[in-house]
């Protein structure tokens, strides 16, 4: 155990101890540890093997900014260990390493790091061509972090979460709380970010006591916090962007103020990665927070005044702590293999070795600005400092505390060439060297040394290594920090889960009033819009030839259904559809398709004339909300008198099809059925099985029909109702499939499947629906237009002589070039064929002219039919 | 794209609760040359600055409405109803009291 006497102020209570697994190792821990402070606690310092070396790796910021401390935690992986808190029997498992990571066998990479240079993927194994996919699922295997669980280790369930504060303060740290404070005692309605899950920041880790004074001042002020909530990106608006637990949280705020503090940055010298190398921040945090002492013999590199407070708390808490000047004696190299044992300080012609266990650096810091610039603020170098700074903020945008700089750090120089190792940039293993020789490649700006060797691109997007990249960078360059180009900053500023940015994406599922009673016929259902509607019951063959034959029932419950009203409903209509109604008697029912102002046919339905002042239209599923508002925009710019009113989900319809459907009827309603009183194109109103129904003798099918709608709470009723009467009569209920075969059969076309963006009514062969002999209509103009030209494609009917119905959209083919397409096809039982709908050239648009269809590796022919191929004169239909 | 539209009748709400209908164009009345028609249906004027646009509150009130957006900035400068549209912009259509084509 490393563990020291009780820290005033101190996370942890020891009073209750909790146990969890170390790569199956049983470790004990305190409650309020994080898996970081646990593993430390414990002795164990190593938390992974990096990412291409396999070189050990141990923990180093204790902040969540850098990446060394990924580990696996109950099969999530990727989680970084400093930051999770730990909970009773958690298996924590150390990453990228094989067998483990205190023997990780895969170490052998680090001695064959001459194999892998910078640009690794542009250079090796691509000659010759035969050996990338030999190499590639190795390279896969070994390659990226972590491994993703087969099942998602918890359901992800994100909500998504908009505040609009008065004041936004990004950072709970000293200068966030007051300035957070401050807000709220003016009145104003302030809301608090921090990333980590306690408030107070750097003095959290030094004066927990003080800490807890500003978070309590600023409580009492009325500030809102969110903690374990960092913002991860500005976008325009501006709108921050935060990952919350299980929340995305989108923040618009009058004023937002910046508070992200700074970075503490590492140095560069050879072994710089070795496990006992540690930011004095994390050393911090550890002994003031969790009473653990990362080490028991300290040297601590003091690049700013707060390297000699470190190593005061390390020597109060009982270690021993030797502090070194790195303006008199630079580090020249770390020592150790698994751990660190010792650091060589001074100058290569006059050095010392110091043995420790621990090795702090210090005060080096900069300035967090990536979210300030993400929001549009201008950044200066401020040589004073050897940072960047904010310099201009946008309108409305504020920064205050460290991040706009801190104290004068002794900056170390860019890394001389060296034996051994010395990284740069910790989370992808890039050292010195690839970089040296990335720029003698030409790569020479720090936008495409980044792309090129994967610089700064790690789980920590270079919080942790910005700074001694961008030096080194500058030096191989020849140019000064003020000229040297930096990376843009964008979001995500912080790892988020991709669940949490997906927050809020609910698909919508709809299920008509009668979907129960298809769940217990054992329907196969498929998507059909946002609704679920059966594909079939049993063999759409069969139901086809119950609905010929006999008798058959389909839910169209999921039909658009509008009513309409008003003095001018009648000018509304003959502007929004081709079709004429203004002759259309009340009681009777006409097609209509909506055109747009290209003459493109939008959607189709039936218009029925319920009053001389109401009508009552439907649309297709998959367009009633596109209708919808298609139609109150035209509204909206006519300003008619003309109420449109969407009732679709007010009423449940289904369709009674077949011979047999006028007894099924009778048995149902006293409305006279009969073929005189109620022709076909007629609608009526009355009582269907005691409750109100709208009655329409119109169908899709080619048979005798009735679509029936009755109010939404009456369907199940009234599927019961017509199920039982229509039992005598052989009814069957028919589903989608069997309803396309039908339709199929009577080439009834669907709007968006036989026709596309560009289709208009004369290509469609639907040219009798256009009327000129009235007003002004959607489409009109383009309209006059086409019917001048002759049409380049038309829409047909075919049959053709073939095992296979051609897949929908295979190709027509003409002297080796497609010509066509096919829309719809299938095999009909009934007529013992193949039929279907295809686009051909117009000069194939004759009957009996025969094409070729490309599918199955051959050619068939198809014969084109003009009129239906079931029914043609529509005796079965009008009977 | 990531702003505040004010609804006309439900105030200031999340641009994804709305449909765009695009920037408000001129209907040609009917017998007009084909130059006009063409312009009508595939030219849009595209302006970096405000433009007024259609905006129909999907999520809300179900209601079409008219924005003046920058759009450099994607700021909403005023939103109102077609009713209160500036003469300038009236549609072509005939409407209730005018006299018909």
Redesign the interface.
Known sequence: MSRAAAQPGERIDRAQPISFYLDGRRLSAFKGDTVGSAMAGAGELLTARSFKYHRPRGLYCMTGSCGNCLVTVNGEPNVRACTRAVEADLQVTRQNAWPTATHDLLRIFDRLSFALPAGFYYKVFHKPRFVWPLVEPIIRRVAGLGKLPGVPASPAHADRV?LHPEVLVIGGGRAGLTAGAQAARSGRRTLLLEQQADLGGRLRAVDPAAADQLVTAARNAGVEMLTSTPAFGV???P?VAAAGVDALH?I?AGEIIFATGSLEQGAVFPNNDLPGVMLAEAVDRLVTLYGVLPGSNAVVVAYGSQGHDTAARLQKAGARATVIDPAAEPVVRAKGLQRISGVVVGHPTRSRLIACDLLVLAGLRAPATSLLSQAGARLRFEASISAFVPDELPDGMRAVGSVMGGAPPIVPAAAAPADGKQFVCLCMDVTDKEMRQAVEEGFDSTELLKRYTTLTMGPCQGKACLMSSLRLSAELTQRTLVEVDRPTARPPWTTVPLGVLAAGHLVPRKETAIHVRHLEAGAEFMWAGDWRRPHHYRDPRQECEAVHQRVGLIDVSSLGKFRITGS?VVTLLE?LYPARFGDLKVGRVRYGAMLN??GVILDDGTVARLGDEEFFITTTTGGT?AM??WM??WL??????ARVVNVSSGYAAVNLAGPRSREVMQRLTTLDVSREALPYLMSARGELAGVPALVLRIGFVGELSYEIHVPSAYGLYVWDAIMKAGQDFGIEPFALEAQRILRLEKQHIIVGQDTDALSDPYGAGLPWMVKFDK??FLG???LE?TRARETSERLVGFTIDAEQPPPEGAAIVEAGRPVGRVTSSRRSETLKAIVGMAWVPSALAEEGKTFEIAYNGTRAHARVVLHPFYDPQGTRLRS | ????VSCPDCGRR?VGEF?Y?GESNR????G?D?TE?AR??FFRKNVAGPQVE?W?H?DGC????FAVRDTRT?HIEATFW??DRPLAAS?S????GEP??
């Open positions: 908009n976008f325009e608006g709108l989108r618009r001018q502007r102002d290209q909300s919808d508002q109150r925009w909206a710019d006519w300003r008619l008198d007003d002004d009109r103009r383009s237009q | 794209m990531s702003f505040l999340e449909s209908g209907r040609p009345k009917p007009g084909t028609l009508y249906l259609w129909f999907r179900q209601q079409w409405f994607n077609p009713e549609p259509m005939p409407t209730p018909k084509a």
